[in-house]
């Protein structure tokens, strides 16, 4: 048993230093010797995750090689266990790093010197940091972490002014924001577009002669945008919809003035939160539920939508809903063990694109009256529950 833990110790620490080698090869901004440098270090911190004979092996075409195909090459294998890691492609048909790596390299990380030097994030893995800003919203009372629920999902990015208006007494006590200026991933020609749904800063990604913006998040949906040829003048240039919620968009100055929620508070905190008022906006009125949002006696990490389907006459339903925007059912299924099990059944909340993921999750909680489901099923099985045609 011990034997396989500390396996899966070093298959997160060779997933880490794979994870962090593509941010490396796939940031145009990096000079040569300096990405020279981050792949030397994260190639001996993938050794020293590997056996020393198999290590022996892996030289630095290989390591370059591997990260573009399937992962499995690269990673030591957990006898006796299966993951989704073998299949993983860390980049996209481009050739461009996959938008989602930085959250899974955080959820998986093993901190190491090595790699700290070059990321100043890489020490803090993604279940502390969120456990951090759910410690921040615990010491709230129940009204301000209403609030501060809704604050993340309506004003999580935007010029400075208008945010500490908006988050108000909350402004001081929130310490989670960092200027856009800083974040060179989002920026073309200096200007950043919040996305239409989660109103945080979307991705710039060029490839050849186009230039592709959309938000990570809500790619999926349908949110992404390519720059209109020839747009070049005063202004921000201008964006063009390529997807079917891509909905007009203008660039704001990519300056100091500008700031926005970290990145692990964006996915860990404002995701999750417009998943549950997706959800609540979706079913409250139907005929005989009933949705309470934040039920303020509760621990903050615990559930925050408690939906109940009264049909006369027949037994009443309860669904206690905790939704998740991890990259990784992986470490999302090890974050969750590692917590008491619920004394109550509780529902696991994932986003649509992760339909294919929850049958993975489900076995991996097996034995804890948890169900996993995504918004849309959800969906469904509250309208049949209150018999709804759906
Ligand atoms: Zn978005």
Redesign the pocket.
């Known amino acids: 048993m011990k034997e396989r833990a500390d396996a899966r110790v070093w298959r997160d620490q060779a997933l880490t230093a794979c994870c962090m080698a593509a941010a490396a090869e796939g940031d145009p901004l990096l000079s040569t010797a300096r990405r020279a440098a981050l792949l030397m270090d994260c190639l001996a911190v993938l050794r020293a995750a590997h056996a020393p004979e198999r290590a022996a092996q892996i030289g630095m075409g290989e390591f370059r090689h591997g990260l573009r195909g399937p992962l499995g090459a690269l990673l030591p294998p957990v006898p006796g266990t299966a993951d989704r890691f073998d299949a993983l492609h860390l980049f996209d048909k481009h050739g461009l790093v996959r938008d989602a790596v930085q959250d899974l390299c955080r959820e998986h990380l093993v901190p190491h010197v090595a790699l700290e030097r070059h990321w100043p994030w890489a020490r803090v893995r993604a279940e502390q940091e969120e456990r951090r800003l759910y410690e921040i919203l615990r010491r709230l009372s129940p009204e301000e972490y209403r609030r501060a629920r809704a604050l993340l999902a309506e004003h999580p990015a935007g010029p400075v002014r208008q945010l500490s208006r908006a988050w108000d007494q909350l402004w001081m006590r929130f310490d989670f924001f960092e200027a856009v200026s800083d974040w060179p991933w989002c920026q073309l020609d200096g200007w950043w577009y919040p ?6 800063p ?1 991705r710039v990604a060029q490839h050849a002669a186009t230039t592709d913006v959309r ?4 790619a999926a949906r349908g ?1 992404h945008y390519r720059r209109t040829p020839g747009s070049a003048g005063a202004g921000p240039p201008e964006l063009v919809g390529t997807g079917k919620k891509a909905t007009p968009v203008r660039g704001l100055p990519a300056s100091t003035e500008h700031l926005a929620l970290t990145r692990p508070v964006w996915r860990y905190g404002a995701l999750p939160t417009l998943l549950e008022v997706d959800l609540r906006d979706q079913v409250q009125d139907l005929p005989h539920v009933t949705v309470e949002m934040y039920p303020g006696e509760l621990r903050p990490d615990e559930y925050d939508l408690h939906i109940t389907v009264a049909v006369p006459g027949r037994r009443t339903q309860h669904f206690r809903v905790d939704a998740k925007a991890w990259e990784s059912v992986d470490a999302l299924a090890d974050a969750l063990l590692e917590r008491q099990p619920p004394p109550y059944p509780l529902t696991i909340l994932l986003p649509d694109h992760q339909d294919h993921e929850r049958h993975y999750l489900a076995a991996r909680l097996r034995g804890r009256r948890i169900t996993v489901t995504t918004l849309t099923r959800l969906v469904k099985r509250i309208k049949t529950a209150c018999g709804v045609p759906r």
């Open positions: 996305c239409p749904i989660c109103h945080w979307m938000c990570e998040a809500h949110v």
